[in-house]
């Protein structure tokens, strides 16, 4: 997804669960993400008997970022009590260990050495970028295996071979926003108001650049804020309305742009807005003032309010298991990365729970380019590089009667 985030999203990502969803499908080499019925009627399906694999989790889920970790926790979570309701992954069940970084690279480090200690097998994490990155460069020491649902900085799997993720990265992110305004013609001068202090941000600002280049799209407006500063954007506000643009795009999260979103109402701008995963989390934050994002375009792999069946199932399922939440695009990225995680186990034939995780990574990486998974967030495969490939959506939020949702803005 993402600094805070990453997907933070980005910024800035709980619970033990016990439901229904998904399984794998005929193929070995492919998985849906929305066979699993077994599961889902309180684990009825057969009981794995050969010892327990353990799966590590690492995440803020405490501080400003929580609400990422916590999803990705919950969704995780969530595909681990349906696998092992069906019968577990050639035998073995499955156990999640998820530890909070609070999203914090030093702090992930420390729970990457907890969760090694405890005899971690694969990693499911970071959730965020910048915690990613140096725990990568830990994994890749020890041949970890690392799937990162989230983590979509550039950095965050480049240590070495052992490292994927589920997410996109973030200037694939920019490039995609940038081909999808011109393709749509949703204008012909864009101004940013973008994080410079934050790896999401300015990734995903450096692929919208080089695209919008590409494409003619002319920047009018490049304004940008800090960590230190990022509760009054007046100024950035009313420069990208003085420069004449007529789109706003926020490569930042959520938080953030609830608060643009409310000063630039105030402030009489009246224009389309355009945002990457990082503003999944926005219909919640801006509460009951929720008709401030009506129209607001938000790049995801996933929205609860689809009525694809697979995402209609997850987010059923999802709700069971957190007593009525809504899952954000986190949570089913989540959820993917477990699902991978046991396509390419059954493919690499990993049924020994005791093998070394070294052994376990070199199997893992060369399985996870052989593999479908048909998920929640889209049909996506991998390559060696430990890249995604899929195709993205574009949502747009749409409020009626106090309540938003999104809808497909294909």
Not at 261 to 267: D, I, M, P, R, V
Request: proline share 3%; glycine share 10%; net charge negative.
């Amino acid at each position: 997804m993402k600094n805070v985030l990453k997907k933070i999203a980005a910024v800035s990502l709980v619970a033990a669960m016990a439901v229904p969803f998904a399984g794998c499908s005929n193929n070995a080499n492919s998985s849906s993400a929305a066979d699993n019925s077994a599961a889902s009627e309180g684990g009825e399906g057969n009981t794995a008997t050969g010892g327990t694999f353990l799966l590590g989790g690492i995440g803020p889920i405490t501080g400003a970022a929580a609400v990422y970790g916590n999803a990705v926790k919950n969704g995780a979570q969530l595909a681990v009590n349906e696998i092992n309701a069906n019968g577990g992954v050639n035998g073995m069940t499955l156990e999640l260990n998820f530890q909070d970084d609070e999203h914090d690279a030093e702090k992930s480090v420390n729970a990457y050495n907890t969760l090694k200690d405890a005899g971690m097998k694969a990693l499911v994490g970071t959730v965020t970028s910048a915690p990613c990155v140096a725990v990568s460069a830990e994994a890749a020491k020890d041949n970890m295996f690392l799937l990162t649902p989230s983590g979509s900085s550039l950095d965050a799997i480049s240590a070495g071979d052992n490292c994927f993720r589920v997410c996109f990265t973030d200037p694939g992110q920019g490039k995609i926003a940038a081909d999808y305004i011109v393709d749509k013609n949703l204008a012909t001068k864009v101004g940013i108001i973008y994080d410079s202090s934050d790896v999401y941000s300015t990734g995903i600002l450096d692929g919208f650049k080089a695209e919008a280049a590409e494409k003619g799209l002319e920047i009018s407006a490049e304004e940008a804020f800090t960590a230190d500063a990022k509760t009054d954007f007046s100024v950035q506000i009313q420069k990208v309305m003085d420069s004449g643009a007529d789109l706003l795009f926020l490569p930042i999260y959520y938080q953030e742009a609830s608060l643009i979103l409310q000063q630039a109402k105030s402030a009489g701008m009246n224009m389309p807005v355009f945002g990457g995963d990082g503003l999944d989390g926005l219909i919640d934050q801006l509460g009951d003032k929720v008709d401030i994002a009506d129209g607001v375009l938000v790049m995801t792999p996933f929205a609860a309010s689809s009525p694809d069946e697979k995402s209609a199932a997850f987010t059923k399922a999802y709700g069971e298991l957190t007593n009525g939440e809504v899952p954000i695009q986190f949570a089913a990225d989540g959820y993917d990365a477990v699902y991978a995680i046991k396509l390419a186990l059954e493919k690499a034939g990993v049924n020994d729970p005791n093998m070394s995780a070294s052994d376990v990574c070199d199997k893992l990486k060369v399985a996870m380019t052989e593999i479908t998974l048909d998920g929640v967030t889209g049909s996506t495969t991998w390559t060696a590089d430990g890249e995604p490939t899929k195709a993205p959506q574009v949502m747009k939020i749409t409020v009626t009667d106090g309540v938003g949702s999104y809808v497909s803005a294909q």
